[in-house]
């Protein structure tokens, strides 16, 4: 049993009803765990005034906690006395054994350690297929089966948009059902393993001294809860060939360790070499087994997979029949297996809906001529969804900050047939963007927005310039669920502009939901599709607004580019990072 004492002896604890901080987010781990706990603290809370003296376990003390929920971090969450645990790789209903780690004083929280189950909840059906589940800080749910992890989706972009979009819930409409990854292991295309530098090395750097390794170090991911690397030999996440690739970098590294100053991060990215079957090369198959290729049928074609660990050697993933190249290192979505079911659901959603005439009782809407012809793909890295809707439009630009990445994405619109007078991209800032384009090119109209920002989601300035312009479909992809709920909130529900003056949101959320880009984890992909409001037509408002815009844009600045309608700095260099599963 856990042994308690009195939680910081002599000071008084009390279960306040302060004011909660502002919601104003960066949709941080530390942040949505916050809003869970709350939450869950609300039902316990005792009534204003009521103080309560709080008897905590003592750090590093076992307890025994009653699981109650999910948060959307990925933990279970267990009240006891007014304080909420936080238990990690546990299922509602779980009796757990765990080590109390830290208490959060001022939010009546405890972090605690997984030890054991002590009885397990009727959710625990799965036997995860990872040997370091539980121990890794990759995977939260391989104990779960996998519709339940999908229906807990669901339940994270529900609760994102409950706390962090500041919208009544009547603005928010019901979400769908989260779509699943026709993979749910074996679908990650990238890993990025690290090892750390030996104790003293850089006192040895600093003294001009060669780094001694006493031993090969661990490599792998993050120890759960610590700051240590843990040693993986396996990843059952990974792709077959970046598992592969993973044994063979262990065996390197091993060999070769001598040769580091430091510790480094390996690279592990599939690359797809796809051959005609009863073509020449496709003796490929005969290739079936050599060592480092792993062969997948895929009806006429023939994909060789192998995996690439130079960053700067180029990647190739099909998906569908869109090819696209791009240096392994830059970021390219990591769940090959789902990305035609995302591209198809932005298909069949971006446009306004348009109902069948009568003599299109066959359903086939595709004869009637949607009033959108052009798209604007801000953050659109190598061009993934540019290109995947480019046929959909007459005019198609994406714009990426990572000069890198939109080399990348004029290379893949080549790669795969499309014209560059109707697609086309830029390397700029997105903030840039709207306060650049000249609408009587780019009627708003007739213009549907793509947003994919990094987790960090949009910068305020660029939703201004969004509603300034105020194209007619916005359709925004995210890998973090909470700061795009926080931007979402802003289109719909308005935000300051710069000196404070309210500026009014001019969208209604459409349809909502979770695309489950990586199984196993808390991670879910959000797409949310906006429409004007009350829209069919171009309200007075807007047309003040294009008239604003047209005064905005009028002649070229000095070292701008001008493509069709948009007037944009050129930006030399970008991050190219990867902006998800920093875990790995
Ligand atoms: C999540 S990735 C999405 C890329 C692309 N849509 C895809 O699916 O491959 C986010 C992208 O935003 C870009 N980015 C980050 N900040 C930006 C900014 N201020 N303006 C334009 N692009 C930016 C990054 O370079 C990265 O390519």
Redesign the pocket.
């Known amino acids: 049993m856990a042994q308690k004492r009195p939680f910081n002896e002599g000071k008084r604890h009390f279960k306040k009803n302060k004011k909660q901080k502002s919601t104003v987010n960066d949709g941080s781990n530390e942040e949505v765990l916050l809003a869970d706990v709350r939450r869950l603290l609300q039902d316990t809370r005792i009534s204003e005034g009521e103080e309560k003296e709080k008897q905590l376990p003592e750090q590093w003390s076992e307890i025994e906690l009653d699981i109650s929920e999910l948060s959307s971090t990925g933990d279970g969450l267990a009240e006891k006395d007014g304080q909420v645990y936080v238990v990690p790789f546990a299922a509602p209903g779980d009796t757990i054994t765990a080590k109390v780690v830290r208490h959060v004083q001022d939010e009546s929280y405890t972090i605690t350690d997984f030890l054991s189950v002590k009885t397990a909840s009727h959710h625990r059906t799965e036997t995860p297929r990872c040997p370091y589940f539980t121990q890794c800080s990759g995977c939260q749910f391989q104990h779960l089966p996998y519709s339940y992890q999908l229906a807990h989706k669901r339940g994270i972009v529900e609760k994102a948009y409950a706390n962090f979009s500041s919208l009544p819930s009547s603005a928010v409409p019901e979400v769908g059902d989260t779509i699943g990854s026709p993979l749910q292991y074996g679908y990650r295309t990238k890993l990025t393993p690290h090892f750390d530098a030996p104790p003293g090395a850089r006192r040895d750097k600093r003294q001009g001294l060669k780094v001694k390794w006493e031993e090969v170090p661990p490599i792998g991911y993050m120890k759960k809860g610590t700051r240590k690397t843990m040693d993986i030999e396996e990843c059952p996440i990974g792709t077959e060939a970046v598992q592969q690739g993973l044994k063979r970098e262990r065996v390197r590294v091993h060999k070769e360790i001598d040769n580091y100053q430091r510790g480094a991060t390996l690279l592990l990215r599939e690359s797809t070499e796809r051959v005609k079957k009863g073509e020449a090369d496709a003796d490929a198959t005969a290739k079936d087994g050599e060592s480092g290729v792993v062969i997948e049928d895929r009806g006429e074609y023939v994909h060789r997979k192998t995996c690439i660990t130079d960053s700067k050697a180029t990647s190739t993933e099909y998906v569908d029949d869109f090819r696209f190249d791009n240096p392994a290192g830059a970021?390219?979505?990591n769940n090959n297996s789902i990305l035609p079911l995302v591209t198809q659901y932005i298909r069949d959603n971006i446009l306004a809906p348009v109902s069948p005439s009568p003599d299109q009782s066959n359903g086939d809407s595709t004869a009637v001529k949607p009033k959108i012809k052009n798209m604007i793909d801000?953050?659109?890295?190598?061009g993934?969804?540019t290109i995947t809707l480019s046929q959909m439009f007459s005019n198609s630009i994406g714009?990426?900050?990572?000069a890198q990445?939109i080399a990348s994405a004029n290379n893949n619109a080549k790669l795969n047939n499309l014209l560059p007078d109707s697609t086309k991209f830029i390397a700029s800032?997105?903030?840039d963007l709207f306060s650049a384009v000249d609408p009587s090119k780019f009627k708003p109209e007739e213009t549907a927005v793509v947003i994919?920002?990094?987790r960090k989601g949009c910068?305020q300035n660029f939703i201004r310039q969004l509603l300034a312009y105020g194209p007619e479909r916005v359709c925004y992809v995210s890998?973090n669920v909470h700061t795009q709920a926080r931007d979402v909130g802003w289109l719909v529900g308005g935000l300051e502009d710069e000196e404070g003056k309210a500026l009014e949101g001019l969208y209604e959320i459409e349809s909502l939901r979770g695309f489950d880009f990586f199984p196993q984890t808390s991670h879910v992909e959000g797409v949310a599709v906006l429409r004007k409001k009350g829209s069919s037509g171009v309200g007075d408002d807007v047309r003040a607004k294009e008239q604003a815009l047209k005064v905005e844009a009028d002649g070229p600045e000095v070292g701008a580019d001008e493509v069709d309608g948009i007037k944009v700095e050129a930006k030399s260099e970008?991050?190219?990072t990867d902006?998800?599963g920093a875990a790995r």
């Open positions: 970021f390219f979505q801000a953050y659109s890295g190598s993934f969804f714009i990426d900050i990572a990445s800032d997105a903030n994919d920002p990094p910068d890998c970008g991050t190219g902006g998800v």
